[in-house]
């Protein structure tokens, strides 16, 4: 339990100071931030309000989107990973969290689009390094191929952070994408010291038509978290174990009361 974080999206309709004052009544000694958030406390106020709290910042999400092909477009998408890198080096965040991007408009170049997120990092990978930020780069479950997320397994995420320190470029290991995965076990023994955030939360069905929105409280739906912790472990990995849950109904509950919820259901599944 004194690992467990409370990761932003979680509470999504708390503003910093909110989550922040929420962690501290609940005593959860970490949270994981999300920049729109940030971006709306300013992050001069984002960071006085963590440190006046003593909290740590498990993560920032997120960076990435590194798949248009457009040149203005890129660059703009080039700049706006040098800002989230530089607010994470603010935050003294453990990690930034990366979402590589879908396939561009009106293509099927799945293989293209991949290329264009390891050149992304190539260019990246250096910034983050001189400024003392280690990158995450999170697959996403398959469904969310096309329009989010080209890399879609662990083992795509390692491939393309084998390049660079460790320190500097890791993966994101979050249950919700990565459960379903038959080669899973393999791919975290490979990890090692490269997992830089694990994520928790449960895959409930039906799925909304948001499929975005279709995750749970630990416990709730399908995934034997234990069995996933295991290796994790196994790896290496002694950091922060974010919550991270998207969920309309969740986030119209009182936050106080997720909080506690929140808490019980990791005491029961991975405590």
Request: proline residues 5%; aromatic residues 6%.
């Amino acid at each position: 339990m004194d690992r467990l974080a409370l990761n932003q999206a979680t509470t999504d309709r708390w503003s910093v100071a909110e989550a922040v004052d929420g962690c501290q009544r609940a005593g959860i000694g970490a949270i994981g931030l999300w920049r729109r958030q940030v971006g709306e406390a300013g992050l001069r106020e984002s960071v006085a309000a963590v440190r006046r709290a003593g909290l740590h910042v498990s993560s920032l999400c997120r960076g990435g989107f590194f798949t248009a092909v457009d040149p203005d477009a890129r660059a703009a998408a080039m700049a706006d990973n040098r800002l989230a890198i530089d607010e994470a080096a603010a935050l003294e965040a453990d990690v930034l969290v990366l979402v590589s991007g879908g396939l561009p408009g009106g293509s099927k170049d799945l293989p293209t689009a991949r290329s264009l997120v390891a050149d992304a990092l190539d260019e990246l990978a250096p910034y983050a390094q001189e400024s003392g930020v280690r990158l995450g780069i999170e697959p996403l479950h398959p469904m969310f191929c096309a329009d989010r997320c080209v890399v879609s397994t662990l083992g795509q995420a390692l491939d393309l952070a084998l390049p660079y320190p460790s320190e500097t470029v890791g993966v994101v290991v979050d249950t919700y994408h990565v459960w379903w995965d038959p080669d899973l076990d393999a791919q975290l023994a490979r990890a090692g010291g490269r997992i830089a955030s694990f994520q928790v939360c449960d895959w409930i069905i039906p799925l909304p038509e948001d499929m975005l929105l279709g995750r749970g409280h630990v416990g709730d739906g399908h995934i034997d978290f234990r069995r996933i912790a295991a290796p994790v472990a196994a790896a290496g990995y002694t950091g922060w174990v974010e919550v991270e849950i998207f969920n309309e109904k969740i986030w119209a509950t009182p936050g106080d009361e997720t909080l506690r919820i929140m808490k019980e259901s990791f005491a029961r599944e991975l405590g």
